[in-house]
């Protein structure tokens, strides 16, 4: 058997065809196909290429150790440029705390640092996250907003230690603060985190499926800002507002669209097309919904850590077809 290493370039839709072909080609010739790389890149869009990112790697989602990321925002500014990354935006959660740090470390590597903060949002009861980039973080109407939001948190924290308290499981409180750089920002990663040193689950996907996500036993509901003071901080700023990862919520089509247009109307600029979040083929939907709504399109690998991010800094695939990138607004192109 042969064995050699496959890049197969691919426009996103065609996958279960272009695997078939090859795997006959290899067939055809003798060998046998033992793996499949997924290098994303797109063909030229018809009449032109609109929104490709096959000239510049860039990637518009991320955090450090100033919310839920492990890595410092100079190690991850560092990750970012060895892996090829040359536009970059911090976005940690409700926080901008680390962005000097990154801009220090991008300007000694040359990478260029796009200020960036994900505000979390509750929408219908669901929690929506707004991604501002292009944000000014000295801005006060932008600071007094995330101090609001981060606000709740300590509370919340107390709350879910209670509820593990109650199942036995015990420190949660402490251990999930000592994980937590910024005090300010004990988020649920880091009581996975715990539970995952604990060895009480064996991932942090699976303590979000067992204890911490929506629905299971340890889940605190919280108030979280609301959309249009979200929208509006980061327009206060000087910053565009994104939704963040669309595919993730468990909206139907009706309240999907009522956000959409809503986000729209409350002046957002645009919709991650491109997220880890998504599935290749919810790149086109998503690309569909974002020409529908008038809203531009962005993308973000929303890496938070070497050891659980599935997508790694620097490997983002490019926009389908037909989308308007965010970053041409933020004069990137
Ligand atoms: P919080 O803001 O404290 O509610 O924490 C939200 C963070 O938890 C998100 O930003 C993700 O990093 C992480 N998260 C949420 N759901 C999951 C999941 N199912 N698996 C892994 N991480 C998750
Ligand atoms: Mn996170
Ligand atoms: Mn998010
Ligand atoms: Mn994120």
């Not at 690309?287 to 929303?302: E, F, I, M, T, V």
Request: hydrophobic share 45%; glycine share 12%; with cysteine.
């Amino acid at each position: 058997m042969i064995t050699r290493r496959l890049m197969v370039r691919e426009s996103g839709v065609v996958i279960p065809e272009l695997v078939g072909s090859v795997s006959q080609a290899l067939h055809a010739a003798g060998c046998a196909l033992v793996e499949f790389t997924f290098d994303y890149i797109p063909l030229p869009c018809p009449g032109g290429a609109v929104g490709a990112t096959e000239l510049i790697n860039l990637d518009l989602h991320c955090h450090s150790t100033h919310s839920d990321g492990t890595l410092r925002p100079d190690e991850l500014v560092a990750r970012a440029a060895q892996r090829g990354v040359e536009v970059l935006a911090l976005t940690d959660h409700d926080d901008t705390g680390g962005l000097a740090e990154a801009h220090a470390a991008a300007r000694r590597l040359g990478l260029r640092l796009i200020d960036g903060v994900e505000i979390s949002v509750t929408w219908r009861g669901q929690t929506v996250h707004i991604v501002g980039l292009g944000i000014d973080p000295g801005n006060s109407i932008l600071q007094t907003g995330l101090a609001t939001t981060r606000a709740g948190r300590a509370a919340r924290a107390e709350k879910m230690a209670a509820a593990l308290d109650s199942l036995g499981i015990q420190g949660s409180l402490d251990g999930a603060r000592a994980l937590a750089e910024n005090p300010q920002l004990v988020s649920r990663t880091h009581f996975a985190r715990f539970l995952v040193q604990g060895g009480v689950v064996k991932d942090v996907k699976s303590a979000f499926k067992r204890f911490l996500g929506a629905g299971q036993p340890c889940f605190v509901p919280h108030q979280w800002a609301n959309l249009a003071d979200a929208v509006g901080w980061i327009k206060a700023s000087g910053g565009m507002a994104v939704i963040a990862h669309p595919g993730r919520y468990p909206f139907d089509t009706g309240q999907l669209r009522d956000l959409l247009s809503e986000f729209r109307a409350l002046g957002g600029a645009a919709i991650e097309v491109v997220t880890s979040s998504h599935k290749p083929h919810q790149y086109a939907t998503y690309a569909a919904h974002a020409r529908q709504y008038g809203l531009a399109a962005s993308a973000g690998s929303d890496f938070h850590s070497p050891q659980e991010s599935f997508h790694d800094l620097g490997q983002l695939p490019a926009l389908p077809c037909g989308c308007v990138p965010v970053w041409n607004a933020l004069g990137v192109s």
